[in-house]
């Protein structure tokens, strides 16, 4: 089978997965509107088929994740930015034109799967990196994603963006006090922040994160999920922050 057909496919059993009965996307008394449809038009296949080879192609050059095979990307990334995504923007609107900002966005996860399905929306993908900057930058050109933007720089070197971010967000960064301090230096008087976290995250480290960044967080969500049965658990936190002090 081709790789269009394995995306195709993937896609559509974990949209099924997670919005079936009692799943957490699922428990909202109602939900919010989403950008992520039941199955993918023939368009969002083939960019996605072309983000994974590229993918492929580039990691051999540099390190953008461990090397493997198409379906392996697939599985071990995609479906995890996919599943993200799904459960974000569930639980958090963000009204347009705010932008995304994506911290430590490396290969573009999850911040170049949110503007496949929202190309009009602004995201900006951060990565300090000067080599994963520029795949970025090939991949959003071949993608014909115009309204991403990759950002070659630290976070806390990231000056003003040109669209308000109403959302920081970052996979796997582990520095949550730095996507705080982030959003309260450039989101305006109030930001929400999400974070694809571990299962042994609790609710306890947002205290020690707030202290880190010198913002006041509300921590709105903690939603657990899996990837399928007996698959990879995972956590979004989602976090409102502002100005104000406690």
Same mark, same amino acid.
């Given at each position: 089978?081709?790789?269009?057909?394995?995306?195709?496919?993937?896609?559509? $059993?974990? /949209?099924?997965?997670?919005? =079936?009965e009692n799943a957490a996307?699922? &428990?909202?008394?109602?939900?919010n509107a989403h950008p992520y449809p039941s199955s993918l038009s023939a368009e969002q296949v083939e960019t996605f088929a072309v983000y994974l080879e590229l993918l492929h192609l580039w990691t051999r050059r540099i390190d953008l994740v461990a090397p493997a095979s198409l379906e392996?990307?697939?599985?071990?990334?995609?479906l995890d930015s996919w599943a993200a995504g799904m459960v974000l923007f569930q639980f958090a609107a963000i009204e347009a034109p705010l932008s995304y900002l994506d911290i430590g966005s490396g290969a573009g996860l999850p911040g170049l799967p949110f503007a496949v399905f929202e190309p009009e929306r $602004?995201? /900006?993908?951060?990565?300090? =990196?000067?080599?994963?900057?520029?795949? &970025?930058q090939n991949a959003i050109s071949r993608l014909s994603l115009g309204a991403a933007t990759p950002k070659c720089a630290r976070a806390e070197d990231l000056e003003a963006l040109e669209v308000l971010p109403g959302l920081v967000t970052a996979r796997a960064v582990g520095k949550t006090g730095l996507?705080?301090?982030?959003?309260?230096?450039?989101?305006?008087?109030?930001c929400l922040v999400s974070e694809l976290l571990g299962p042994s995250w609790n609710e306890g480290q947002t205290e020690e994160a707030v202290k880190d960044s010198g913002c006041s967080a509300v921590l709105?969500?903690?939603?657990?999920?899996?990837?399928?049965?007996?698959?990879?658990q995972r956590q979004i936190a989602i976090w409102s922050v502002s100005r104000e002090t406690r």
């Open positions: 089978m081709s790789i269009r057909h394995d995306i195709e496919e993937s896609y559509a $059993e974990l /949209y099924r997965w997670m919005f =079936r996307v699922s &428990l909202l008394p109602q939900r392996v990307l697939l599985e071990r990334h995609l $602004e995201v /900006y993908l951060c990565e300090p =990196r000067e080599k994963r900057a520029t795949f &970025l996507l705080f301090s982030t959003a309260l230096r450039l989101g305006g008087d109030s709105k969500h903690l939603i657990p999920y899996t990837l399928f049965d007996n698959g990879p």
